[in-house]
């Protein structure tokens, strides 16, 4: 399993935090930024140390992995955004809008108010045969990650433009059943107006795979060093065994 140094939690954190006061002015309309920066200041700690998904062999199942998978969504978004641009197609969204929605695609995987979302797995057995670093917390009241990250938005009073709920509500794709009946349109006017959620979901499954790609190197790499490991141990017990024979015999 990925580990971010200390250093490396800082500084992902300290782009994310750069990132919002970049992006939001301090003159927007009902201090959204603000009232932003507030949320993150309350879930700092818990955010900062956050794994982006609970098994390994997902992506960014490490103590950090949350935003490092929101820096990465956000920068693959705006990629995309330029790619989608030079391409013709309409881009009828600001780059804020695009960024907010990337940013608190998965804000609901901090949890509650009060709880975790994930908690570290304590079997050994689910660690060993299933590779779940991270379990869900019995203690929340159900709830789809996206309803939960409006859900903490709204407590924080953050308003958002049409473009940022669409956006944030549908990164998920068709992985989210409830969002079947945006994506499946049978006519123009039951079809979305806006491109800001295919790009999202582009830039959500990008980032995703491209971790996930991250992990398998380094597990792989992982397990090269560990067999490399046991030969070198092999022959330092053969050496041991001959030099054993040629002093005492058989």
């Known amino acids: ?64 992995g949350y935003v490092e998978h929101v820096l990465h969504v956000t920068k693959c978004a705006k990629q995309l955004h330029k790619l989608w641009s030079e391409n013709g197609a309409t881009i009828n969204f ?27 797995q304590d079997n050994d057995w689910w660690i060993k045969n299933r590779g779940e670093y991270y379990k869900h917390n019995p203690k929340l009241q159900f709830m789809t990650v996206t309803d939960r990250a409006l ?10 433009t049409e473009n940022e709920y669409l956006g944030l509500k549908l990164t998920d794709g068709l992985y989210e059943e409830a969002n079947k009946s945006y994506y499946i349109g049978y006519s123009p006017d039951r079809s979305l107006r806006t491109n800001i959620a295919y790009i999202l979901h582009q830039a959500d499954m990008m980032a995703t795979h491209i971790e996930y790609d991250e992990w398998k190197r380094g597990d ?14 092999k022959q330092q017990s053969d050496a041991a065994n001959k030099a054993f024979k040629e002093l005492f015999g058989d």
């Open 151 to 160: 859900f903490l938005l709204q407590h924080y009073g953050v308003q958002m």
């Open 1 to 64: 399993m990925k580990e971010l140094t200390p250093e490396q939690l800082q500084d992902n954190w300290s782009k994310l935090i750069q990132l919002i006061k970049d992006t939001f002015p301090e003159d927007y309309p009902d201090d959204r930024r603000g009232k932003l920066l507030k949320m993150y200041h309350h879930f700092e700690e818990r955010m900062m140390f956050a794994p982006a998904s609970g098994k390994e062999h997902y992506h960014n199942c490490h103590a950090g």
């Open 220 to 233: 792989h790499l992982q397990k090269v060093v560990k067999e490399e490991e046991v030969k070198e141990k």
């Open 94 to 120: 600001t780059e804020e809008e695009l960024v907010f929605a990337a940013v608190h695609h998965d804000l609901g995987k901090i949890g509650d108010l009060a709880e975790d979302y994930y908690t570290p």
